[in-house]
């Protein structure tokens, strides 16, 4: 197991608290072994008896048709009578009530509990009611660009960052891809069996979705627009004039199928000069950039968005809420706000022209605070400092410590 601290420190500060740990983020992201992470540190860290630790997979077939009063007597059965019990209950999801399980757990035995799923029935509106002000909800990420280095030299020589940034982009971060080396074509094997188990589990069987094509056509549509602003009509319309009428209300509902399945992020607009968040023309991100490949193929265009997916992806890691700027008649790709912490980020594949360069410089420019601002770029000589506004290569931004 390759240690990921970025969530086991931030997670091991909970240990023995009151809050219910809940670690939610799109299938095979590594929640699981995060949980065996967890478990090795109580262990060796807190010296946590073994038989005071208990661990439960909910996606095995022996739970396959277990209510949630079963499940609860058998974990009440399994309670440590010297102490404290270590509770981790992976993919609780697929108990129906589990909520009522882990609630009735807490409030009536001394417990520290650990769940985690891979859909948004974890955050549903059951747990605000049962888990008020209990729980503590962790998103996990596919691997960042650091952890995917990191990954990468436990089998193999790890090139300089610039030159494996485009691997990174091209092959995504999805844990199990970068276990062992593994061709594009295996990785988009392995990527494309987690895309189809969650359409498949998490979407068509949970929201009885009948028109299977329909939801195929919206997710094409939406990765092969990642970056672009569009709205649930501009989908709808391009899919009348290819003769498949959907109307918008249809497709607003795939849109949330496919955000709760934690396949796509959305990415509002947000008016720098009227400080509100527009309800139009949305952004949508998606959780690995090897996603869109293994559906759609890879293709050369789309590395420019891809390479914005994956600043996206890396300010989300690091606790910002993310926001399109728009001021202006232009757009600033990132605003990032982290409590009172605020970025701006341009990224740009290449600055080829003057013409781009003052573009990118000049909506900038127009935003008169103190704030970092950023221009992010694939050129090789990227760097130095423009009125306050820092030019970095995307690899090192990805890497630095600085924000």
């Known amino acids: 197991m390759i240690y990921r601290p970025l969530y086991v420190d931030k997670i091991m500060a909970y240990v023995d608290t009151p809050f219910v740990k809940i670690l939610t983020g799109v299938r095979r ?4 072994t995060i949980l065996k992470m967890i478990m090795e540190q109580l262990k060796t ?60 757990l807490a409030s009536d035995f001394v417990v520290d509990l650990y769940v985690t799923g891979s859909n948004s029935r974890m955050m549903s509106s059951e747990i605000s009611t049962y888990l008020t002000g209990r729980y503590v909800s962790f998103r996990i990420f596919t691997l ?57 589990s998490d979407i068509v069987k949970h929201n009885q979705v009948r028109k299977i094509d329909q939801l195929e056509r919206v997710v094409k549509y939406t990765f092969n627009n990642v970056g672009n602003t569009f709205s649930a009509k501009s989908i709808s319309d391009y899919l009348k004039a290819e003769h498949r009428a959907l109307d918008n209300e249809t497709v607003y509902s795939y849109l949330e199928k496919l955000e709760k399945a934690y396949l796509l992020h959305r990415c509002s607009r947000f008016d720098l000069q009227g400080k509100e968040i527009l309800k139009t023309q949305e952004k949508f991100y998606l959780a690995d950039t090897a996603l869109r490949y293994s559906v759609l193929g890879y293709n050369a265009d789309s590395v420019a968005s891809s390479l914005e997916n994956v600043v996206y992806l ?17 757009e600033i790709d990132f605003v990032a706000v982290r409590q009172n912490e605020k970025l701006y980020v341009q990224v740009t594949q290449e600055v080829r022209s003057e013409k781009t360069e003052k573009r990118e410089y000049e909506r900038l420019l127009e935003i008169h605070d103190n704030y970092p601002k950023y221009i992010l770029t694939t ?9 306050g506004i820092k030019t970095m290569h995307i690899a090192d931004f990805l890497l630095s410590s600085e924000y």
């Open 29 to 32: 992201c590594g929640k699981s």
């Open 45 to 104: 860290q807190h010296n946590i008896p073994e038989e005071r630790i208990v661990s439960c997979r909910y996606d095995s077939m022996e739970y396959e048709d277990m209510t949630a009063k079963q499940v609860y007597a058998q974990l009440k059965e399994r309670l440590s009578p010297d102490g404290k019990t270590y509770l981790f209950l992976d993919e609780v999801q697929e108990i129906k009530g589990w909520e009522k399980v882990v609630n009735s």
């Open 144 to 200: 960042s660009f650091g952890e995917y280095l990191m990954f990468k030299s436990q089998y193999t020589e790890v090139g300089e960052p610039k030159a494996e940034l485009a691997n990174y982009v091209r092959l995504g971060g999805f844990p199990a891809t970068h276990l062992q080396e593994y061709s594009q074509d295996e990785v988009y094997t392995i990527v494309r069996d987690i895309y189809n188990s969650t359409i498949f």
């Open 314 to 330: 890396e300010l989300c890691r690091r606790g910002y809420t993310v926001l399109v700027g728009k001021s202006g008649s232009g």
């Open 379 to 387: 050129d090789a000589f990227a760097g130095g400092n423009y009125e």
